[in-house]
């Protein structure tokens, strides 16, 4: 069965909206008397968005504390939905909570390998030792691969904060829950020198926008899939800034230019998703307060879930 599942977690980000994402796609459906949402399972994850108001003592991972309850709650909502065989569609604020659906499906299939599929303008490869800004929704790749990377290290972070982080890691009793061989990258062009250095040491496939032109975007999808071909799960994570924000929209918390058209995005989806192995699909970092053209960021969004259920529903 599809479900969907909707995460208003904004806890990670540095810029608040994103906790609107949800809904404003799927108010973006209501206006347009799209039925994709209607007489459909949609189940609500719990947050710990009230931790905004509180002050944050871990400066080099924001409210940390608070994303280890999200990540446990979170990630068990996915164990229990992938056990009883649901396809899940989620639709997830900030791009932290990525890492816990990562744990939610090592946890109902810890036997299987898991490729991830990124797509993004951020690698996220951040951890409490490197990260600039502090935000946890630069991190959750560093969590799912077990990541400290302190041969980059520029930050010592508190033994609270340490503590949580290891949280992180071993949410679900797997640590590390994904090999950086089973990860591929789509549309990442602003990696700062700390993630830059986990991408070459362990030669982290990335498929640049640039890539994605010459080759078209079937390919690369393609390409993608094959080069994930010993897994046996495929979760694809869409991060919207990985679209180009003079092509669609601002709408999102840290855009960047020079990214995917929507229809470029809409045919990598297309493709990830016919093939058998991809039962997951998240959609993060919609946020219709920065978005300058109205609910236009969220209305692209629609359209790429929409074609990604049907897809999913059909295969």
Same mark, same amino acid.
Request: charged share 25%; glycine share 6%; aromatic share 4%.
């Given at each position: 069965?599809?479900?969907?599942?909707?995460?208003?977690?904004?806890?990670?980000?540095?810029?608040?909206?994103?906790s609107?994402? !949800?809904?404003?796609? #799927?108010?973006?459906?209501?206006?347009?008397?799209?039925?994709?949402? #209607?007489?459909?399972?949609?189940?609500?994850?719990? @947050?710990?968005?009230?931790?905004?108001?509180?002050?944050?003592?871990?400066?080099?991972?924001? #409210?940390? +504390?608070q994303?280890?309850?999200?990540?446990?709650?979170?990630?068990?909502?996915?164990?229990?939905?992938?056990?009883?065989?649901?396809?899940?569609?989620?639709?997830?604020?900030?791009?932290?909570?990525?890492g816990?659906?990562?744990?939610g499906? #090592?946890?109902?299939? &810890? /036997?299987?390998?898991?490729?991830?599929?990124?797509?993004?303008?951020?690698?996220?490869?951040?951890? &409490?030792?490197?990260?600039?800004?502090?935000?946890?929704?630069?991190?959750?790749?560093?969590?799912?691969?077990?990541?400290?990377?302190?041969?980059?290290?520029? @930050?010592?972070p $508190?033994?609270?904060?340490?503590?949580?982080?290891? /949280?992180?890691? @071993?949410?679900?009793?797997?640590? !590390?829950?994904?090999?950086?061989?089973?990860l591929?990258?789509?549309?990442?062009?602003?990696?700062?020198?700390?993630?830059?250095?986990?991408?070459?040491?362990?030669?982290?496939?990335?498929?640049?926008?640039? +890539?994605?032109?010459?080759?078209?975007?079937?390919?690369?999808?393609?390409?993608?899939?094959?080069?994930? $071909?010993?897994? +046996?799960l495929?979760?694809?994570?869409?991060?919207?800034?990985?679209m180009? !924000?003079?092509?669609?929209?601002?709408?999102?918390?840290? &855009?960047?230019?020079?990214?995917?058209?929507?229809?470029?995005?809409?045919?990598?989806?297309t493709?990830?998703?016919?093939?058998?192995?991809?039962?997951?699909? /998240?959609?993060?970092? =919609?946020? !219709?307060?920065?978005?300058?053209?109205?609910?236009?960021?969220?209305?692209t969004?629609?359209?790429?879930?929409e074609a990604s =259920?049907?897809?999913l529903?059909?295969?």
């Amino acid at each position: 069965m599809l479900k969907y599942l909707i995460q208003k977690s904004e806890i990670g980000a540095g810029t608040r909206g994103s906790s609107l994402g !949800p809904m404003a796609i #799927r108010l973006a459906a209501a206006a347009d008397e799209n039925p994709l949402f #209607r007489n459909q399972s949609v189940e609500e994850i719990p @947050n710990e968005n009230s931790a905004l108001f509180e002050v944050d003592s871990t400066p080099h991972a924001k #409210r940390i +504390d608070q994303v280890v309850k999200v990540y446990q709650q979170h990630s068990d909502v996915i164990y229990r939905n992938m056990d009883m065989g649901n396809t899940l569609v989620i639709l997830s604020a900030d791009h932290a909570s990525a890492g816990a659906t990562i744990a939610g499906i #090592r946890m109902a299939h &810890p /036997e299987k390998r898991l490729g991830v599929i990124w797509i993004d303008a951020h690698a996220d490869l951040h951890s &409490p030792f490197t990260t600039p800004s502090g935000n946890v929704h630069g991190m959750p790749l560093a969590i799912s691969l077990a990541k400290d990377n302190l041969a980059m290290q520029r @930050n010592n972070p $508190s033994e609270q904060c340490c503590e949580s982080w290891e /949280e992180l890691k @071993n949410t679900g009793g797997i640590s !590390p829950k994904l090999n950086p061989t089973d990860l591929v990258f789509i549309g990442v062009r602003d990696a700062e020198r700390e993630e830059a250095y986990i991408m070459n040491e362990d030669r982290i496939v990335n498929h640049k926008v640039s +890539d994605v032109r010459a080759a078209g975007a079937v390919e690369t999808a393609h390409k993608s899939l094959e080069y994930l $071909s010993e897994c +046996d799960l495929i979760y694809v994570s869409f991060d919207v800034d990985s679209m180009d !924000p003079s092509m669609v929209s601002h709408g999102t918390g840290t &855009p960047v230019k020079d990214g995917l058209s929507a229809k470029e995005a809409e045919l990598i989806l297309t493709t990830l998703l016919k093939d058998e192995r991809a039962n997951c699909v /998240e959609f993060v970092e =919609v946020n !219709p307060l920065l978005d300058e053209k109205k609910n236009y960021m969220a209305e692209t969004a629609l359209l790429l879930v929409e074609a990604s =259920v049907n897809v999913l529903e059909n295969k």
